[in-house]
T-cell receptor
Framework: DQQVKQNSPSLSVQEGRISILNCDYT??????FLWYKKYPAEGPTFLIS?????DKNEDGRFTVFLNKSAKHLSLHIVPSQPGDSAVYFC?????????????FGQGTRLTINP | DGGITQSPKYLFRKEGQNVTLSCEQN?????MYWYRQDPGQGLRLIYY???????QKGDIAEGYSVSREKKESFPLTVTSAQKNPTAFYLC????????????FGPGTRLTVL
């Protein structure tokens, strides 16, 4: 049972336009959400996060939106640049017996076209 | 330079052999994690450790073992009992106070022949 889902395996966007990556979750106990960027054969790099008490967090070209009622979050990248081409994972955090556990989506491969 | 190191980057083993993957961090983080990534899938949690000498099973612990004798080190052993050991293995760490962000090492690609 997939608790965190990224329903788009891939997304292609023109350079300079906005990229929107989506993520849905089912567990209402998740209290913190993160986005990671990953290149092939490398470890994921942390991009941006949001606490469940907020609905928006912004860092430069990256903005994450959280809609708790819909159990949906999205990552907006604007303007998109060629270096943004990578796989993006959303992750949701849950505290279980004092330990944080992250549950990851399957990832979305973003390709920025010149 | 603070960070997480995993060695080696690529590892080949014959079927039936145990193999140990190294993970070291100098970030002074208390918690450490091991994940596995398979093609087209997200990361799945194998084991995690909140403090030295203590660790818990994640979602897919069968066929794996860990130890946490030092704060900086969290080695993962892939045993011959693991049915599909070929995968990309990622180690992560996190402070147990402050933001809940986990930081990842560069990963080890294990191929069992």
């Amino acid at each position: 049972d997939q608790q965190v889902k990224q329903n788009s395996p891939s997304l292609s966007v023109q350079e300079g336009r906005i990229s929107i990556l989506n993520c849905d979750y089912t567990n209402s106990m998740f209290d913190y959400f993160l986005w990671y960027k990953k290149y092939p054969a490398e470890g994921p790099t942390f991009l941006i996060s949001i606490s469940s008490i907020k609905d928006k967090n912004e860092d430069g070209r990256f903005t994450v939106f959280l809609n708790k009622s819909a159990k949906h979050l999205s990552l907006h990248i604007v303007p998109s640049q060629p270096g943004d081409s990578a796989v993006y994972f959303c992750a949701a955090s849950e505290l279980l017996q004092g330990a944080q556990k992250l549950v990851f989506g399957q990832g979305t491969r973003l390709t920025i076209n010149p | 330079d603070g960070g997480i190191t995993q060695s080696p980057k690529y590892l080949f083993r014959k079927e039936g052999q145990n193999v140990t993957l190294s993970c070291e961090q100098n970030l002074n983080h208390d918690a450490m994690y091991w994940y596995r990534q398979d093609p087209g899938q997200g990361l799945r949690l194998i084991y995690y450790s909140q403090i030295v000498n203590d660790f818990q099973k994640g979602d897919i612990a069968e066929g794996y073992s860990v130890s946490r004798e030092k704060k900086e080190s969290f080695p993962l052993t892939v045993t011959s009992a693991q049915k599909n050991p070929t995968a990309f293995y990622l180690c992560a760490s996190r402070r147990t106070s402050g933001p809940d962000t986990q930081y990842f090492g560069p990963g080890t690609r294990l191929t069992v022949l």
